[in-house]
């Protein structure tokens, strides 16, 4: 009988956020107006990087990655939202519901990977500094993001595959606005200690091995800065790593606490604002830490616009000889 009905599971119903239809509309517009306001500053910052030759260092070249990261973490969530926002009946199929949780998981994976080498990288730069460009050669951070990216897609693959093998024979009602794995095991008719054993020792395993190395490396950078004899040194090297470490708080915050926490805590109103932090809000918030808090990528910013203002100028110049 159990089997039966697994089988025969086609698709899954998500409750949302609110059954206000007022609030609904309002969170409508929230949502998709922060949802432009990623795609613009993620993809802003991605086309900066590569027009300006000064930010082609491997700190930019993550933060790249970290911006195309965001564009496809925020794009796996927040349109289907948007349109549940706006639909009476809130279907996913069963197939696209672990589609979602899959991307979903590895691009959540693989940021982790990539704030803990942006931690490698910064404790490299300032604490090694002559030997900076051949640890960091443009081979190592292929390599490096390559890894990441593949450790994302792999524990994803374990994870999804471990969920999506459950029997879903109590309900289809998944009280969320996304297909995360908290609210699928409540839905299952088996015993699932195992399996969320399973899937919270890889989270475990995850987010402790990548908050150890950024642990170790800002440890070593504190050492490093406050050796420096200069104010002026100190205040440039602290400039460098604050909107690293901003980005690390927000993200790892969120997420511990809404996976990592105990069972008897688990809520799911406070987990659905967790999620709209962590999915909706901290993708938008990252490019914006990283412009208006590094020197380097504002002033890069005002030359683009400057040259920009120039060839309009040229331009114009050009059309009234004419």
């Known amino acids: ?84 926002l706006l639909s009476e009946k809130k279907t996913i199929s069963f ?80 009280h969320h606005f996304f297909c995360d794995s908290p609210p ?21 395993v995850n987010a402790a091995g990548t908050l150890l190395v950024i642990l170790t490396s800002y440890s070593y950078i504190l050492f490093s800065i406050f050796r420096v004899h200069s104010g002026q040194g100190r205040r440039k090297a602290f400039s460098t790593c604050a909107s690293h470490l901003t980005a690390i708080i927000l993200f790892y915050a969120t997420i511990i606490y809404t996976y990592l926490r105990p069972n008897s805590s688990y809520s799911l109103n406070q987990d659905k604002v967790a999620s709209v932090f962590y999915t909706v809000v901290i993708p938008m918030l990252n490019p914006l830490i990283y412009s208006l808090r590094n020197k380097e990528v504002k002033k890069a910013l005002w030359n683009l616009i400057n040259r920009k203002r120039i060839f309009h100028f040229c331009d114009c110049l050009v059309n009234f000889l004419n």
């Open 184 to 204: 699928l095991f409540k839905l299952s008719c088996s015993d699932t200690f195992l399996n969320e054993s399973i899937i919270s020792t890889f989270a475990g």
């Open 1 to 84: 009988m159990t089997r039966k009905n697994y089988t025969s599971l086609t698709e899954f119903i998500l409750l949302g956020l609110t059954d206000s239809l007022e609030l609904q509309i309002i969170l409508f517009l929230l949502f998709f107006v922060i949802y432009i306001l990623t795609v613009l500053g993620n993809v802003g910052m991605i086309l900066l990087i590569r027009m300006d030759s000064r930010l082609h260092t491997p700190m930019y070249f993550f933060l790249a990655n970290l911006s195309f990261v965001d564009v496809c973490y925020s794009s796996t969530i927040t349109p289907k939202m948007l349109v549940d």
């Open 95 to 174: 197939a696209g519901c672990f589609l979602q949780m899959y991307f979903f998981i590895a691009l959540a994976t693989t940021e982790c990977i990539l704030f803990g080498l942006m931690a490698y990288d910064r404790y490299v730069a300032i604490c090694n500094p002559l030997l900076y460009s051949l640890i960091m050669s443009r081979t190592v951070c292929l390599k490096m993001a390559a890894g990441a990216f593949t450790a994302g897609l792999l524990n994803s693959m374990v994870n999804t595959s471990y969920i999506s093998s459950l029997p879903f024979c109590a309900s289809n009602i998944i």
